[in-house]
């Protein structure tokens, strides 16, 4: 993930209170912070905070919760530079990377009801694939450890006269790719590599295990069980995103709506769209066991043990990795993480599950580091221990 200089983030601190937030009636109260102790954050929060995004600008929506409740609701800037409606809790934006837990999840669910195991071969879903993923497994495509080839090295370049959307690559495409090659990048489970190869499988795992569409398998044992009422795998011509924030880009100066990719069209590895407020209620998900078992969440938060080279995060640090989850820790603080990168967002989930501290940044604009405004809102929030 590309650094950037919060000196020049500029945010609007829309809210405290979640009313102002479009949270009321939503039955999430504040409870954990006394309005002095808000205040006091909010002071210290606008040391590095320098001013309000200019007027117009793509912007962001941020959460902080302490012990499932919101502590603080950010929102700054426009969903569109076009109608220049205003981001609220409730705007959708890409998740582009954050979608792998939610897939993940779902491979749980699916284990769980016996219509898969995690160390079934991948040849068992795909038949044709070559011999070299024999050895390969879900849970390796879950750990990053299946030694699969990135599918974005393989396509072929975009047709300038073409609408990017008309070119994009599908998950059935992206496996056609991947049979066409011989070999894989390393033997499974010898080495860690970041692979949205792995998640893009998985999706038509899902879906061949269930018997279902993934953006239904999706709504009906995640989104909708957890009230998650906007959140959806977006599929072109298929279903539409509610509220939805549209990812920009900087040209020539001027912010300009530029949120598809050739890859934007794939699924499991980052198409889910979601908002702060149904994050809110994602989080919860991982404090009890309204959807996974404590024991699953065990699974899913445990980390890969390889041979070789070993996770690392997206500054090139050591890590560590479960199922869809970063596990490395941060100032002494066991977190489970993940970040989003695609074409016009940046998105990241901070979880410091000891300490019972999420926080979540979700960004239509492509030049800004949430990871690194999620750690410094995090400090704010953290008891100091020695790394």
Not at 102 to 116: C, E, K, Q, V, Y
Not at 122 to 143: E, N, V
Not at 155 to 176: G, K
Not at 326 to 354: K, S
Request: a neutral charge.
């Amino acid at each position: 993930m590309k650094k950037a200089d919060l000196g020049w983030l500029l945010i609007i601190s829309v809210t405290i209170c979640l009313a102002a937030a479009g949270l009321a009636g939503s039955g999430l109260k504040s409870k954990s912070l006394t309005e002095n102790q808000k205040l006091a954050k909010q002071e210290s929060l606008d040391k590095y905070l320098s001013g309000l995004i200019s007027k117009g600008e793509p912007g962001l929506a941020a959460a902080v919760l302490k012990n499932g409740q919101p502590a603080m609701i950010y929102t700054a800037g426009v969903v569109d530079v076009k109608s220049l409606q205003p981001i609220t809790a409730r705007s959708n934006f890409r998740l582009a990377s954050v979608t792998k837990q939610f897939t993940a999840t779902a491979i749980m669910l699916l284990a769980r009801d016996g219509r898969l195991s995690y160390d079934q071969s991948l040849r068992d879903y795909f038949p044709d694939f070559p011999a070299y993923g024999q050895a390969m497994t879900i849970r390796q495509l879950l750990t990053h450890t299946s030694g699969l080839p990135e599918y974005e090295d393989l396509m072929p370049a975009a047709d300038p006269a073409r609408e990017i959307e008309e070119q994009q690559i599908t998950d059935r495409q992206v496996l056609e790719l991947l049979i066409q090659l011989k070999t894989g990048d390393f033997p499974p489970g010898e080495e860690w590599r970041y692979s949205n190869s792995g998640y893009v499988l998985l999706g038509l795992i899902i879906e061949k295990a269930s018997g279902q569409p993934f953006d239904e398998f999706l709504h009906d044992r995640i989104f909708a069980p957890l009230g998650m009422e906007a959140t959806i795998l977006y599929e072109r011509n298929k279903n539409t995103v509610q509220s939805r924030a549209y990812g920009h880009t900087r040209v020539s100066g001027r912010w300009q709506i530029k949120d598809q990719s050739l890859a934007s069209a794939t699924r499991g590895d980052g198409r889910i769209y979601s908002s702060v407020e149904d994050l809110i209620k994602w989080d919860q998900a991982w404090r009890d066991e309204s959807l996974l078992t404590n024991d699953e969440k065990k699974l899913a938060l445990t980390p890969v043990k390889v041979r070789g080279k070993g996770p690392v995060d997206p500054d090139g640090h050591p890590a560590a990795y479960g199922f869809g989850w970063f596990l490395n820790p941060w100032e002494g603080h066991p977190r489970a993480w993940h970040y989003g990168e695609t074409t016009g967002f940046r998105t990241t989930i901070q979880r410091f599950y000891e300490d019972g501290l999420t926080v979540i940044i979700l960004a239509n604009r492509d030049d800004l580091d949430p990871s690194s405004l999620a750690l410094r809102l995090a400090r704010s929030f953290l008891s100091s221990k020695s790394r």
